[in-house]
């Protein structure tokens, strides 16, 4: 029987399966001969041991199509940054870092910008004008009043999504919303083999909710992580950050130098473009904090090797 892996600890492996059940698997030993370590999201193969108990093991991995490093996980379809419009305010260069990150390992993007009750128009509409041509889907919800859910649910619909964000923009309020029972269900496992239980948390798959009634769909997963403040751009480099703007492509052929940065030269038809609002200067400051910040990168980095 195929399925999906949502959990591993101790040694164990918790499968989402094609009959809707949740198996505690052991990997084969020839996981360990060839050196080959099941992740969450791991597609996999598994024989039942047991159908009352629901253990089996795990024979074999399905190929990968991406694997994610931090957090541990394979077989992301996209990812989806919750950031609140206000309370917290967002903090948009923190944003723009995590939307760089998920690009450069080509992992689509849903912004989800939350707390609209206790927004007003005005702010709303500038978060919408900064990312418009950002090339993610953006949209705007109350979990508190649940508005706007239906449009998320829909984009989370049959896929694996990596949920992100810094604390307090109601991630856990929203991921809630859409929790199906199979979440408890493992949990309850945990106890019965007292596992995991003063361990730090662990990367877990949470199954979500059929949305309705209808023909079964294929299942759809989130992949929450802890809340982050910081982001850095490792081994990046200074001249490839202005590829992860994508509102500045359609300009690009027009600059006067191929190869323009946008930020000193000389007839640069992005920085025109900011200056007659086609391309929202919040974004390009933030591009130009980021340019910065490489630029000087490269400058310690070869001070400290001459």
């Not at 964000?165 to 029972?181: A, Q």
């Amino acid at each position: 029987m195929r399925g999906k892996i949502i959990r591993g600890v101790g040694g164990f492996y918790y499968v989402h399966a094609a009959d809707g059940e949740i198996y505690e698997c052991r990997a084969k030993g020839i996981f360990r001969k060839e050196k080959i370590k099941p992740l969450v999201g791991d597609d996999v193969e598994i024989s039942i041991l047991d159908t009352s108990d629901k253990t089996g093991n795990v024979d074999r991995l399905l190929p990968r199509r991406n694997m994610l490093v931090r957090p541990a996980a394979a077989n992301v379809d996209q990812a989806m940054v919750v950031f609140a419009v206000t309370h917290p305010q967002p903090n948009l260069n923190l944003l723009d870092r995590f939307l760089i990150l998920m690009s450069r390992q080509d992992i689509p993007v849903i912004i989800c910008f939350n707390k609209t009750d206790l927004a007003d128009a005005k702010q709303m509409n500038t978060l919408e004008a900064i990312y418009r041509g950002c090339g993610c889907e953006v949209c705007f919800v109350s979990v508190e009043r649940a508005e706007g859910l239906d449009r998320v649910r829909s984009l989370l619909e049959a896929k694996t999504t990596v949920l992100a964000g810094p604390s307090g923009v109601g991630k856990s309020s929203l991921t809630n919303r859409f929790l199906s029972g199979h979440h408890m269900e493992v949990g309850e496992i945990s106890k019965k083999i007292d596992r995991g239980k003063h361990t730090t948390r662990h990367t877990e798959l949470l199954v979500l909710d059929p949305p309705g009634s209808g023909e079964a769909a294929a299942p759809s997963y989130l992949l929450d992580t802890p809340g982050f403040s910081s982001l850095y751009l490792q081994e990046m480099e200074y001249e490839d950050l202005k590829d992860y703007f994508h509102e500045f492509a359609p300009y690009e052929p027009y600059c006067r130098f191929q190869g323009c940065m946008h930020l000193k030269e000389p007839d640069c038809a992005v920085k025109e473009a900011v200056a007659k609002g086609e391309i929202h200067s919040e974004r390009y400051q933030s591009y130009a904090l980021l340019a910065e910040e490489l630029k000087g990168r490269r400058k310690n980095y070869a001070a400290g090797h001459t």
